[in-house]
């Protein structure tokens, strides 16, 4: 790149790549003169858009100058086009070959706190060999056998009988794990031993740790194990916080792991059955409207009274992303309708990033005062961590709608136990928030059941708004005040400008005296000079007389320069009438006294300073006639 138009190379459209599909083994080596610099993260995006995920940009610059990393001409663009490879999980080194600009770069990645992200090398063929290290192409990346990493020797042979599967994993083939363990399943290999393959920069998420407790889900059911070697400790936190940490051989090394899994064989694990796993009540009959279970023999004292067949409303709750600061408000809704049973399906949460669930916590709260039974459905792992770190109870938080109506069934029969319950199902969406004020976090005087619930609910809504009106009221009373120790303060200035314009008229009418004073002199002079007519008196004249009109120069230049302060003061004062009177109109019948105080001293200053200028224009006039008499007194002089 040579600072000219960015071009399209043609090797770019060959072969496939995508910003989401990188091209294995590929690299892009861009070199960039001080010309070029600006236009760095556009080509870099281009490339990256392109599938070009592992570049070298080679810096042919003169320097780096010394100022904020963010506004440095280098480092700036550098640092765009390391960010936005970062963001695709791509690679990226620099190369300078000059020591000061590789020192300048490091002090400028310190203080913007970007060390990290700098890859800096002194030549091309050093961060290309770094990049076969970091690809598995060099020494630094063993391949994905057994005996290169150390895990078994070569001439080791593994246990009999027991046939252990291991995986390397790249962070982009953690989704495709579940497949890949069904695979072996299938092959009759239980056994997995795993290790996941951390680049620099990768962080796990939620969806990778789900595809790993899938994974491991499948291989537990046909009776196997996995072990996790050496995780990260992020991923480590993951499980703890999903519940899942007890789920997972978390092992040191291979040696360890196919320990565990030859203890977990000679115990002969075996897969779960179906009377293990029969849930505590069979469905009879299922439809979209209606589910009839029918509870199994638990032997039940005989004081025990079991109720033949009961019949309860239940209302499905589609909750979305918009509808949950509502959901307090819809049970109370629903608990004045008479259903005391809900399943709130969590099916369009698939993570908890960006989400705000605490407003169900309070629809928790709210549901116990109301004696209502409340489950959710539906809530992928990561959901019912969260919701437990919310403090709600993990037994009404379920992977699926069967297992909700299984947990909400147990509940009824613990209250009331049954021999059949027919829950008769309804279904809404709760997608938005409604039009009711939200609940507040402390219980109301008015009773959550009580037949005027809905006046209750108006009540609030007029107390919310009547608050809504008085904040808006402050607010302009706030204004109003601002606004007038404004114009208090603009009053203020323009006291002392008048002040000072007095205090200038004032120096103005000294210096006329004097100035006629001189000139009276000046008439004696001549007087006398004609009186006696010697010629050195008449030079003396003549010198005083040349004095006396420099000094009246300077008088009137002085003048002159006073009275354009005078017609400036008097903009700025037509400047804040202007604003007085848009202070009148807005500030109404609130301000309405000051308003017109303000007023008469404005109109008092303003009739001060025309009088002020009317004098000013007297003086000079004043002065000029005095100019005009010494003019004369000079002529005279000369004629005789």
């Not at 895990?151 to 579940?178: K, N, Q, Y």
């Not at 196919?258 to 299922?286: D, I, M, N, Y």
């Not at 609130?590 to 009739?607: F, H, I, K, P, T």
């Amino acid at each position: 790149m040579d600072g000219g138009l960015l071009r399209e190379e043609g090797w770019l459209t060959q072969g496939e790549g995508s910003a989401f599909v990188s091209r294995p083994n590929e690299l892009v080596c861009v070199r960039v003169s001080d010309e070029a610099l600006a236009s760095l993260p556009i080509k870099v995006q281009q490339l990256v858009d392109r599938g070009f995920h592992a570049l070298v940009v080679e810096l042919d610059v003169e320097g780096v100058p010394l100022d904020e990393p963010g506004e440095n001409r280098v480092f700036a663009p550098l640092l765009q086009a390391i960010k936005h490879v970062e963001q695709f999980v791509g690679w990226i080194a620099v190369s300078a070959s000059r020591e000061d600009t590789r020192r300048a770069l490091v002090n400028l990645a310190t203080a913007a706190n970007e060390r990290e992200a700098l890859a800096l090398y002194p030549d091309v063929a050093s961060a290309v060999e770094a990049y076969r290290a970091e690809a598995g192409e060099g020494e630094a990346r063993p391949d994905a056998r057994a005996s290169d990493w150390g895990w078994i020797p070569d001439e080791a042979t593994p246990a009999v009988g027991l046939d252990v599967a291991e995986v390397v994993l790249e962070p982009a083939e953690l989704g495709e794990f579940p497949e890949q363990a069904r695979e072996l399943v299938q092959r009759g290999r239980v056994y997995l031993t795993v290790r996941i393959h951390r680049p620099r920069g990768w962080e796990p998420t939620s969806a990778h740790v789900t595809a790993l407790v899938q994974g491991r889900d499948l291989v537990e059911a046909a009776g196997g194990q996995v072990a996790l070697v050496a995780p990260a400790e992020d991923l480590q936190a993951w499980l703890r916080l999903l519940g899942e940490g007890q789920g997972f051989a978390l092992v040191d090394s291979a040696d360890e792991a196919e320990r565990l899994h030859a203890a977990h064989s000679a115990r002969g694990s075996k897969a779960p059955s179906l009377a293990e796993e029969s849930p505590p009540f069979t469905v009879v009959t299922e439809s979209e409207h209606e589910v009839r279970l029918r509870a199994q023999d638990r032997g039940q004292p005989n004081e025990v009274v079991l109720l033949g067949h009961t019949e309860l409303p239940a209302r499905i709750v589609l909750l979305g992303r918009a509808g949950v600061p509502a959901l307090p408000g819809r049970l109370l809704q629903l608990a004045s309708e008479d259903v005391q049973d809900v399943l709130v399906d969590l099916a369009r949460f698939s993570d908890v990033e960006g989400e705000r669930l605490e407003p169900l916590r309070k629809a928790i709260r709210r549901a116990d005062q109301a004696s209502m039974r409340v489950v959710f459905a539906n809530a992928s792992p990561e959901v019912g961590a969260m919701l437990e770190l919310l403090g709600v109870d993990r037994r009404r938080v379920h992977p699926s709608l069967e297992a909700a109506i299984q947990a909400l069934a147990a509940w009824v029969y613990g209250v009331a136990p049954f021999e059949e319950l027919t829950l008769s199902l309804s279904r809404e969406a709760l997608t938005e928030a409604l039009a009711v004020p939200a609940v507040p976090d402390t219980p109301s005087e008015v009773g959550l059941l009580a037949p005027n619930a809905e006046e209750a609910l108006e009540l609030r809504e007029e107390l919310a708004r009547a608050r809504a009106r008085l904040d808006a009221l402050s607010a302009e009373r706030d204004a109003a005040q601002a606004r007038a120790s404004e114009a208090e303060r603009a009053r203020s200035a323009l006291e002392a400008q008048v002040r000072t314009l007095r205090e200038s008229a004032k120096a103005d009418e000294r210096r006329l005296l004097e100035h006629e004073q001189a000139r009276r002199r000046a008439e004696r002079q001549l007087e006398e000079q004609a009186a006696s007519g010697p010629s050195g008196e008449a030079e003396a004249l003549r010198a005083e007389l040349e004095q006396l009109r420099e000094q009246r120069a300077l008088e009137v230049a002085d003048l002159e320069d006073q009275l354009r302060e005078s017609q400036a003061a008097a903009a700025d004062l037509a400047r804040v009438r202007e604003e007085l009177a848009e202070l009148r109109a807005q500030s109404g019948a609130a301000g309405g006294d000051e308003s017109s105080q303000l007023r008469a001293e404005l109109e008092q200053a303003n009739q001060e300073i025309e009088q002020v200028s009317h004098e000013r224009e007297l003086l000079r006039e004043e002065l000029e006639s005095a100019g005009e008499m010494i003019e004369r007194l000079g002529k005279e002089l000369e004629r005789s």
